[in-house]
């Protein structure tokens, strides 16, 4: 017989909040693992003694954690399921009968306490981490995703049409703002003033001068993110990748411990930033020194491995591409070129030297030329170089410790955590971005977007812990076995 369902909403329910959230649900296992108590001591100093209780800092930091652990993007959305989903109720202490914070407290809360305090809640998460015994400490992988920014490219506008100082011309800048706002003649503020435009011009003269001596014409083109920018979100950058379209964006800088996936440290920055210029502010933010550091080609710079070699850690990262000294074929290899360490000279097979001639200020590296009259009578000259030109050849200040360095990439060790990489920082950024929300910044503006990677970076390691318990409960049973002495086999079971 077929059944009809009547549904007649009672006016009193007896049942318990609690009795209806299964032992093994998920919130159940957070609040067994992490007690969020800390995170009062964080934020007392942004609340008055006195007036209206708020919010418990507490529930708002559990509401953030639930919103990333399930990937929901939108605030509202997620003041919405903490008032419906009854788990979320039981786990931010709500019962059937109270109202749940109002969405508009999340957006307070990120205003009130900025990025500093949710490093500091990141920084807890890891210190749970490291007492749980979650980060081995040896080996360190180093990376950096981009981040769309919640902006459009057609929001880019000159900055001087918006006014905003163009970055790398001061002279210009203090000559504007006097025309903008000019004062009288003889004061000493406008004398002051003149001498600073004076000094800039006459130093952009010298650097000119010096430029052409060198043979290189000074460039006069400025990047976009130098003449452009988006008035939707100012510190956003415009990025362009092969095969990608331009775009605005961040780039979030982060590095993973080797044994758990642990994320050790992280900082944000605009896209337009080498990831190579940020490694050393993660090293020092590391829980632990690591025995190697692993990272890809664009953290390839000599100075970068200058760096981690007085840190006393062994790098494995690749030289950048541009830096390497690929020799066509044909051509005479660079290992033909001997250098002289005396003089600061390389000297070709045939015995003429190749003097110091340019300097690389970018990547701090210096161009070794031969004069254009030794080459013009040389009978390997095309094997060296064209007959237009003459061979360079480029050298670190840091050469030694470049050396050292693809050695150390070059052994069985190295190649080994190499390939690690793959299935460590890099999935990382795959389980941030399909699962927790980082393909695209929720807010705009540098301090809000680090609030969101730092939230989610936290929920990826709170993650970790979570998964610590079932392996505690496997280690205890194979205690007890072990311990079992009338199991003949319990000598064999790993521990």
């Known amino acids: 017989m077929m059944g009809q369902k009547d549904f007649t909403p009672k006016l009193f329910h007896a049942l318990s909040l609690s009795k209806l959230v299964p032992e093994g649900h998920l919130v159940r296992q957070l609040e067994r693992v992490l007690d969020f108590g800390f995170v009062r001591k964080f934020c007392s100093p942004f609340y008055s003694h006195t007036g209206q209780p708020s919010v418990d800092p507490v529930v708002i930091f559990k509401m953030l954690v639930l919103g990333y652990l399930y990937g929901i993007t939108s605030e509202r959305r997620l003041a919405e399921e903490c008032s419906l989903h009854l788990a979320f109720r039981w786990y931010l202490g709500y019962d059937l009968d109270e109202d749940t914070p109002n969405h508009s407290v999340l957006s307070k809360a990120r205003r009130r306490y900025g990025p500093e305090v949710f490093e500091r809640f990141f920084r807890e998460v890891l210190d749970r981490c490291l007492q749980a015994g979650l980060i081995g400490g040896e080996r360190l992988f180093a ?36 025309q903008n706002d000019p004062v009288e003649d003889g004061s000493a503020v406008y004398e002051r003033a003149d001498s600073v435009a004076q000094e800039v011009s006459e130093r952009k003269r010298r650097w000119k001068e ?7 014409k000074p460039s006069q083109e400025r990047g976009m993110n130098q003449r452009q920018v988006s008035t939707t979100d100012p510190d956003a950058a415009v990025v362009a990748r092969p095969g990608m379209k331009a775009r605005l964006a961040y780039k979030n800088h982060f590095t993973v411990d080797g044994a758990n996936r642990v994320i050790t440290a992280v900082t944000v920055t605009g896209a337009d930033v080498e990831d190579s210029a940020q490694l050393a502010r993660l090293l020092e933010q590391q829980p632990r020194k690591p025995s190697f550091v692993c990272a890809d080609s664009h953290y390839g710079a000599a100075r970068v491995y200058e760096d981690i070699r007085r840190r006393g850690i062994t790098p494995v990262i690749p030289r950048r591409s541009s830096h390497t000294q690929k020799t066509k074929p044909g051509r005479i290899p660079l290992s033909d070129f001997t250098y002289d360490s005396q003089e600061d000279v390389y000297r070709c097979p045939q015995g003429k030297p190749l003097k110091r001639a340019a300097y690389d200020s970018r990547w701090d590296r210096y161009h070794y030329r031969p004069k254009r009259s030794d080459c013009l009578d040389c009978p390997v000259r095309l094997a060296c170089a064209t007959e237009k030109s003459v061979r360079t050849i480029v050298r670190s200040p840091y050469q030694d410790s470049v050396e050292w360095a693809l050695e150390s990439l070059s052994r069985s060790k190295g190649r080994e955590i ?34 969101q990677i730092l939230l989610t970076a936290a929920v990826q390691n709170i993650k970790r812990l979570l998964g610590r318990p079932l392996q505690d409960l496997l280690e205890r049973i194979a205690d007890l076995i072990r311990q079992s002495s009338h199991i003949s086999f319990a000598a064999s079971i790993p521990s």
Do not use: C, Y
């Open 143 to 178: 990376d950096s995703t981009l981040v769309d920014a919640n902006a459009s490219m057609q929001s880019l506008v000159d900055r001087e049409r918006a006014g905003f100082r163009v970055v790398g011309e001061p002279g210009k800048f203090v000559e504007t703002l006097f």
């Open 418 to 451: 190499m390939k690690q990489r793959q299935t460590t920082a890099e999935w990382v950024v795959a389980e941030a971005k399909n699962f927790h929300g980082l393909r695209r910044a929720q807010h705009r503006g540098l301090p809000r977007v680090s609030i």
């Open 210 to 216: 010096k430029k052409s001596k060198r043979g290189r």
